[in-house]
Every structure is written in C-alpha cells, then in structure tokens.
C-alpha cells in the first residue's frame, strides 16, 4: 500500500488537530507534507515536531522567522513558508494526495480552490468556501476531476446515505429529501428575549462539540446551519427548499436522507469529528478514527423538533440568500464573520448579529457570479460596508 502525502489547512484549530490524531493511528496509510496556521505557534511547532512536515505555512514573516529558528533548534528539517501564496503552494503541490481544507471563514477559499483545481481529494471543513463561490467551486470540482468529500458531519452523514450514483439527480435515485440536523447550540432551550444579554462565553460553550470560537458563534445563532443549507445545496445538487432543518439536542442522528418509497435512512455516532475525517480520508474504505462505539442503551432516547424561526432569524437569511443566488451567499458570509468578530469583542450584542447581516443583505443587490476576482471583491465590499454601518450604529 502507497502512502498518501496529507496538507492540512488549519492545522492548529479543532479540526486540523482531530485529522492528525486521525493520520497518526495509521502512519503506513498516511504522512503529512504540509501544515499551516495563523496564531497558534506554539501548537504548530509542536505539530511539526510530531509529525515533521515537509513545510509549514504561517501568516507573516515574523512568525516564520521565530518558527523556523526554533524547528532548527530542534533539528527539525520543516521549512517555514509565508502568506496566501504560500498556502496555495501546499494546496496544489504535485506531491500531495490528500488536501483537508480547514481554515475557518473566508479565507480559506483561495488555497481550497487551488486543490481542487489541482485535481486533490480534498477534505472540505471550510464550509464558507463553497458558500461563497458555490457554482464556480462545484464547476472547478467537475472540470479538474477533484474528489470532493464533506468533513461537516452533516454533510458526511448526507453522504454516506445518497447512493454512489445520487450525481445523476435526487429524483432519478429517489430522494425526496434531505433532513438537516442541528444541535440547537447553547440557546435552544431559551426564550428570545433572554438572547439580548448572553455572553461570548454563553455562545462559545457549546453543549455537544467541542469547537473554534467563530464556529461556536455560529452554532449558537444557528446560521452554521444556514450555512450548511447553503452548502448542502451546492454539494448535492438540490434546491434549498428540499432541505429541512430540525434540531436534534443528542447530536446522534447526523442527518438523514428522506427517500420516495417512504424510506429514511440515517447516519448515527458519537458527535466527535475523527468520524467524518476518517471516513473521507479512507473513503470507500473505513479505517479506525479512535471514536467510542455509540452505546444507543445509554443514549435511550432521541428527540427532534423544528427550529423557532423567531428565535434563529439567521436560518431565515441564509435561506433568502440560497434561494437568491448569485453573489448573496458571499455577502451573507461576509457579514456574518464581520458581526460574530464584533460580538467576539464585546462591541455589539448577540441579537445584533442578524441585523447587520441583514442590513448588508438588503444594501448588496445579488448579482451573477463572473469568476473568483468578482466572488473576492464582493467579499471585501460586503465587509467594508457591514463594518462602517456597525461603526455607526454601535
């Protein structure tokens, strides 16, 4: 057996970290060629000396100055690359075999384009890369002849129940529909008026999953799962109204898939994303991920129910923005990180979230996407004005 040559994209944050606890149970499958990170490089050092990438990619020259002594301190061979280039450098390298594309946010979409252009199997944690520039991706998808493998578990969950051959279109292989589950994060079990006044640190503890900050923000004001609708629609080829949302507080049931002849056909586990991570980097194999049998005995039961659209009017945008297409799903992901950034910092309050995303929705017209500059320049418009409208107003 071949070993395959593994870049992970964001290796420091939730995700990069549970695929190298992945890769490091199966070192005659699995050996990494790059890592990269933004902050964290203490825990990027320490990546690199476990694993001894080829290259680590940083954000600055400072970083990598630091970095790159202490690794040569250590005799540790990894050479340290800077910036967005850098990043796609590692991302479509000949040599790599395997791309997880974790960067949280925006901007990740460069370095994940540039895998899949280079025809990568590639791991997709970055959900905001497909929201933003969806047709266009799933076109570079198509015409490099990438392999494309959702992380989301969700999505990996959607996966695993289509049939091999659900490319042909949801009607020829039956589907009637597909149901999204969600936690319902830390608030769902509040009333609306109580959101006006929780905390960073209320959104950030989320119930089931352990995740980065930006995320668990998400979670919270249930637009990751807006998102993922966004997402989903993109990689399965269906229109947002046959995706359904329904809050699942166990996080057992992944997501399910709803099926003509009456048919529901489900994916279970522990919430631990060495699941999905080790599905996708063996698939159509499964190998070992370290998770837990799920015991369905101590679970006992699972519960399911709507979500309160009074309550979360962040699926509502995010739902608007699918059906609207266009450039409206980089806007509405553009504001997003722009709002949850301010609430991070204690400048607005969590129920203020949606009312900047949707100001910005409203002032930002959707138009066709023409290419990756277009997708990047709405991007950065759409950050621009969600920031000087917030500096106004808060």
């Known amino acids: ?27 005659e499958r699995y ?19 476990a694993h001894r990438p080829r290259y680590a990619v940083v954000a600055n020259s400072d970083q990598a100055q630091a970095l790159q002594a202490r690794l040569r301190d250590a005799r540790c061979e990894t050479e340290v690359l800077v910036g967005c280039d850098a990043l796609e450098q590692v991302a479509s390298a000949a040599e790599v ?6 960067i949280v946010g925006g901007a990740g979409l460069r370095p994940t384009l540039a895998a899949v252009r280079a025809g990568k199997r590639v791991l997709l944690a970055n959900k905001e890369a497909l929201v933003m520039s969806g047709a266009l991706f799933m076109q570079a998808v198509k015409d490099s002849g990438a392999v494309l493998l959702p992380i989301d578990s969700e999505h990996n969950a959607i996966f695993q129940c289509l049939p091999s051959d659900f490319a042909r279109g949801m009607s020829n ?9 969600a936690s319902g994060g830390p608030f769902r ?63 057992v049931v992944h997501s399910l898939v709803d099926y003509v002849d009456g048919s529901v056909i489900a994916q279970l586990g522990n919430p631990d994303m060495r699941t999905p991570i080790a599905y996708a980097l063996a698939w159509p194999e499964r190998i070992d991920s370290g998770v837990s049998p799920l015991d369905l005995l101590s679970v006992a039961r699972l519960d399911f129910r709507p979500p309160d659209p009074q309550m979360f009017p962040c699926l509502r945008l995010a739902r608007q923005a699918a059906e609207a297409g266009g450039t409206a799903c980089a806007v509405l992901n553009a504001a997003n990180e722009v709002a949850v950034e301010a609430f991070l910092a204690r400048r607005i309050g969590f129920t203020d979230i949606p009312v900047i995303i949707e100001h910005t929705l409203e002032c930002m017209a959707p138009e066709s996407v023409q290419d990756l500059e277009h997708i990047l320049l709405t991007d950065r418009h759409a950050r621009e004005h969600a920031q000087n409208w917030l500096n106004s107003h808060f």
């Open 189 to 251: 079990d509040m009333c609306g008026a109580d959101l006006v006044s929780v905390t960073p640190e209320q959104a950030c503890a989320h119930p089931n999953w352990s995740m980065g900050q930006k995320i668990s923000v998400d979670s919270a004001s249930m637009m990751n799962k807006g998102l993922e609708l966004i997402e989903a629609s993109w990689l399965f080829d269906v229109r947002p109204s046959q995706i359904e949302i329904v809050i699942h507080p166990q996080s």
């Open 1 to 27: 057996m071949s070993v395959s040559l593994v870049t992970v994209l964001g290796a420091t944050g939730s995700i990069g970290v549970s695929t190298l606890d992945v890769i490091s149970r199966h070192p």
């Open 97 to 102: 075999d395997v791309v997880m594309a974790a």
């Open 31 to 49: 050996s990494v060629y790059a890592l990269t990170g933004h902050s964290r490089m203490e825990a990027l050092q320490a990546q690199c000396l």
């Open 173 to 181: 292989v039956g589907v009637r529909r597909i149901l999204l589950t």
